[in-house]
């Protein structure tokens, strides 16, 4: 695979406007509103005729410039930039849905977006159908024409199930449905997704991008490669110019309603996350293999679940679509919640926090706290265990990180 481009491009992409004072990076944009020298230079700023900034909550130039650095790095015909993951996968969702209308997804998945498509889009009449996504004669079952989207995260988590993403896709583009999957796991300097049919990429830039887990913030990444002519409502802006109909309707309508845009200082610290976000992930990812392969070994580990093992169920599709860096998120079953709590009580140098990718490394027991007020029933649905340990790996070394778990496993 070839990264030169992103590395590149991510570090070098250059400005709307020269700086006045040469600055290196790109300013933080602090202002809500934009003064125009004339009314005439007004109206095609207002009606999206150019893109000069009018007011922040839909547009700022900070903001822009984070969105151009990823578009430029992923090839994207557009990138929209929120305050959060949630808010991008809200906002890619509103955008296609309608009453009566339907989402084919699986149980697994993160456990706001769970509820957002079960609970809050249901509500308003959109149906989500949960299937299993490793079963395509069951996904192919469950696409009909009032399917507006197929939703999947590539690996999910906890369960560390790899999505098909060829078979889906054709059984997307076969059905005329989009493909939105959740690539925050697996960034876009790794893995690429329109190489694997993925229309519509989503991203929570709160984890690996930022880095440093210094801010949240989410993207959408539309590749512009869905036909969304026959498309129920979203055909009446197919073929208009400025862009896909999909960017558009988030642009000029969802976007601006929901007001839920990134902030120009959030933006400013996201551009310093993707400057070295390459390097920390495969650093990252090679200490999470090391790690995953030795803790199968320690006493009192029941299983370990990482995509990039050989023993792994989906280590020959995930070597497929992500090559050796599958992640640098593992998970482990002792025998029991209170040897899981025994051993998080125990760590001394991995931290006990949710969140995924911090440059420190984190642990959690998933049953009891991301998904602790779903009922046991549900929790059984998406295969979240009590018994179960998360590991997001970060930048320490992979030595100190394995004598910390094994320590904490010692009785
Ligand atoms: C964290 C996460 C989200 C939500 O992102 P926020 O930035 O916390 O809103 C969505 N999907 C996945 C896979 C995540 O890990």
Request: aromatic share 10%; net charge neutral.
């Amino acid at each position: 695979m070839n990264h030169t481009m992103n590395e590149e491009t991510l570090l070098h992409t250059p400005y709307p406007e020269p700086d006045p004072y040469g600055a290196l990076n790109m300013p933080v944009y602090l202002t809500a509103a934009y003064e125009f020298p004339t009314a005439e230079s007004m109206e095609p700023a207002f009606t999206g005729q150019n893109a000069d900034p009018v007011y922040s909550r839909i547009s700022n130039p900070t903001v822009m410039h984070f969105e151009r650095r990823i578009a430029r790095a992923t090839g994207a015909a557009e990138v929209i930039a929120f305050n959060s993951g949630m808010s991008a996968i809200t906002n890619a969702l509103f955008a296609v849905a309608s009453a009566g209308s339907n989402i084919v997804t699986s149980p697994h998945l993160f456990g706001n977006t769970y509820s957002f498509l079960a609970y809050t889009l249901s509500s308003f009449g959109v149906e989500a159908r949960f299937c299993d996504l490793t079963n395509l004669a069951e996904v192919e079952k469950n696409l009909d024409r009032n399917t507006c989207a197929l939703f999947l995260e590539v690996i999910t988590n906890p369960q560390t199930e790899v999505a098909d993403l060829k078979g889906l896709s054709a059984l997307c583009r076969k059905n005329g449905v989009p493909l939105m999957a959740d690539t925050t796991i697996v960034p876009f300097t790794e893995f690429r997704a329109k190489k694997f049919g993925v229309d519509i990429e989503i991203v929570s830039t709160t984890k690996y991008v930022s880095g440093g887990a210094n801010s949240l913030g989410g993207v959408i990444i539309d590749y512009n490669t869905f036909d969304w002519s026959h498309s129920g409502k979203l055909s009446v802006l197919a073929g208009q110019p400025g862009g896909s109909a999909f960017a558009l309707k988030i642009r000029r309508e969802i976007h601006r309603n929901l007001g839920a845009g990134m902030t120009p200082h959030t933006a400013f610290m996201q551009i310093q996350g993707l400057e070295t976000l390459a390097i920390r992930y495969r650093r990252a990812s090679r200490s999470c293999r090391e790690l995953a392969r030795r803790v199968g070994s320690l006493p009192g580990v029941v299983a370990v679940h990482y995509p990039g093992l050989h023993e792994h169920p989906y280590f020959e599709l995930s070597q497929a679509q992500f090559g050796d860096y599958p992640g640098p998120m593992f998970t482990f079953d002792l025998a029991s919640k209170a040897d899981s709590f025994r051993f998080l009580n125990r760590l001394r140098l991995i931290r006990r926090a949710t969140n995924l990718f911090d440059n420190k490394s984190l642990a959690i027991h998933p049953a009891s706290t991301i998904f602790g007020t779903f009922t046991e029933q549900v929790r059984r649905q998406m295969d979240v265990r009590d018994t179960t340990i998360r590991i997001s790996v970060g930048l320490e070394e992979v030595e100190e990180l394995y004598r910390d778990i094994q320590q904490a496993l010692h009785e």
